[in-house]
């Protein structure tokens, strides 16, 4: 596995982020395999909004490992500045090592929050114009072309077995190819970056989710694992974060089987070489 940027060690990871010299806000995503639930529920009220954090989201995820990765829940804080995300580690971290049995915490630069509620914005202008309702139970016909970028094959069935009515979030971790690597004819005979080429395909799937009320509500660039094993999977690099909230987890399964959507598939293999991707429900 080629991990040339990969953070190795804890201390490196503390400096990388100190030293990040993005104006906008941190954020701890934390991947949680839950031990003792009592004392991590008692955890999670000692902790929030603690050190000017923000607690933004709590998801349960769908039982479904990717790579070998089994998570329980991912949780989203938000603070102010690195120090104070560093303080918050230092003070709430080891407690919730000795709860979970495993933690892996990543660290990203956010997007401005004025990002995501410009986009809320437009998509219900979408939807007041372009608006479509999906109903009943969608067709599993669809199977992912590439499983390194797309969910795989048991992470789709656990997905379909659930409440298709209940809200759906879906974590993206992305990581581009420097250039596009385009295997149909015709399609991007000019060679663009790996980042324009995934670009291609959320501007394609992207009008699809804002029809339907869905878009992204989070996001940012990843700067450093902060906590976990440097050979788990997130300890890659990784190019972008992007978290999409559906209204019901029948939206996306509707849109995948949608022939618009299929039309930017190619772009989206073209584009990414790695995706970390889970899908859950609010906890």
């Not at 669809?142 to 077995?161: C, L």
């Not at 004819?185 to 699809?208: L, T």
């Not at 939206?251 to 073209?270: C, P, T, V």
């Amino acid at each position: 596995m080629n991990r040339d940027n990969t953070e190795l060690n804890t201390e490196y990871s503390r400096k990388k982020l100190e030293n990040n010299s993005g104006k906008n806000k941190i954020a701890l995503i934390f991947h949680l395999k839950i031990g003792d639930l009592e004392r991590y529920t008692d955890w999670l009220d000692k902790s929030k909004s603690m050190l000017g954090s923000r607690r933004l989201f709590r998801v349960k995820v769908d039982p479904a490992p990717r790579e070998g990765m089994v998570i329980y829940e991912i949780v989203i804080d938000e603070f102010p500045k690195s120090q104070s995300a560093l303080e918050f580690m230092s003070v709430f971290g080891p407690e919730l090592k000795e709860i979970c049995s495993n933690v892996v915490v990543l660290a990203i630069e956010a997007e401005p929050a004025a990002t995501f509620r410009i986009v809320k914005a437009i998509s219900w202008v979408v939807q007041l114009f372009k608006g479509i309702k999906d109903c009943g139970i969608p067709s599993a016909d669809w199977k992912a072309p590439n499983t390194a970028v797309w969910p795989d094959g048991y992470q789709m069935d656990v997905a379909r077995s659930q409440n298709l009515d209940e809200p759906l979030f879906v974590y993206n971790l992305n990581k581009n190819k420097e250039f596009a690597e385009y295997q149909t004819s015709g399609i991007g005979s000019k060679q663009v970056s790996g980042q324009e080429a995934y670009d291609r395909y959320a501007k394609i799937a992207g009008f699809e989710l804002l029809r339907r009320g869905a878009f992204p509500v989070y996001g940012g660039k990843p700067i450093c694992l902060l906590e976990g094993d440097p050979d788990c999977m997130l300890a890659d690099r990784w190019d972008k974060f992007i978290f999409v909230r559906y209204p019901q987890r029948r939206n996306l399964l509707a849109i995948i089987e949608g022939n618009e959507f299929k039309k930017g598939q190619d772009h989206r293999d073209a584009g990414l070489e790695r995706v970390a991707i889970f899908m859950g429900k609010e906890a």
